[in-house]
């Protein structure tokens, strides 16, 4: 809820931020990919990989290209309309929006990341335990 961080007395205040973008609005907060040891870099970047991947579109593999441009293309001109912009707005939520070819970059070094250790570390990152 970013309008948790703003006004005289705001809610809370955000120590850390985990995402593959900094957060314009909470500009100088360390990002938890910038600070965890080189073991764990790869189990952040899964976590920090749901909030671009959170809302958007998948398709199966194998699908035609001329249908991935169109999603995409569909998927772009709402992120720019103004009535989606301002229904949004009027719901206290905010529009990060990330185009496909970036996303898709994001899927791909995450499936390619994600050995059997590093769902380990995510597991105990979430639930706790030792290793």
Known sequence: MPHWFT????????????????????????????????KYKKAVSFLASSGPLGRGLAAPPGVEKDIVAALRSS???????????KALNARKLRLMATD????????????????????KQVRQLIFGGSS
């Open 100 to 119: 496909g070819p970036t996303l898709q970059k994001i899927v791909e070094k995450s499936m390619n990341e994600t050995t059997p250790e590093v769902i």
């Open 75 to 85: 998927f772009d001109r709402m992120n720019a309309d103004k009535v989606y912009e």
């Open 7 to 38: 006004g005289d007395k705001p809610y809370a205040r955000p120590i850390i931020q985990i995402g593959h973008f900094p957060d314009p609005d909470i500009a100088g907060v360390p990002n938890l990919g910038d600070l965890v040891a080189p």
